[in-house]
């Protein structure tokens, strides 16, 4: 019941966050194209990982998704918890991250061991959160992770 709480949250806070927060251009390439990339690189992962939980991309959040893709974190809504408690320790401050962090850690109290560790995961490797991915599109995977630490 309280994956549902938090997950309807979620569907509930997107739109505004979408379109009062986040300031990037939507990246206007579909599933399909992603997995024309060459096997290796970062859009080849991130069309396999859409495609894997038929998703579709969402506009101006693409970057949620690469985050998915380099740390191997899952989907479940304490997975996703922990993916903010990881970018908490990687430097990124957001009131959006803040908001989620609260919400689950007093809807996951059980979690809290998880999300320390992602947390220290974060902090072990180098500040990548603010990267431009759009960029990195045709980059290896490996090589992301490798030269930011990412484990």
């Known amino acids: 019941m309280k994956d549902l709480f938090i997950e309807k949250l979620y569907e509930i806070s997107k739109k505004p966050y979408q379109k009062f927060f986040k300031k990037n251009q939507p990246w206007n390439i ?46 479940s809504v304490p997975e996703e918890i922990g993916m903010q408690y990881y970018l908490y320790g990687n430097g990124k401050r957001s009131l ?20 320390k560790n992602q947390y220290l995961r974060g902090q072990d490797a180098l500040q990548f959160h603010y990267l431009d991915y759009s960029k990195m599109l045709l980059v290896p995977v490996k090589t992301i992770q490798d030269a930011f630490k990412i484990n």
């Not at 992603?34 to 970057?63: A, M, S, V």
């Not at 809807?107 to 809290?112: A, E, L, N, Q, T």
């Open 30 to 75: 579909s599933q399909q194209e992603f997995l024309q990339y060459p096997q290796e690189t970062l859009g080849f992962h991130l069309g396999c990982f859409l495609l894997k939980h038929n998703f579709d991309i969402q506009p101006k959040l693409e970057d949620h998704d690469v985050i998915h893709v380099l740390t191997n974190t899952g989907i």
């Open 96 to 115: 959006y991250l803040y908001m989620v962090m609260l919400t689950g850690t007093l809807f996951y109290p059980s979690k809290i061991k998880y999300f």
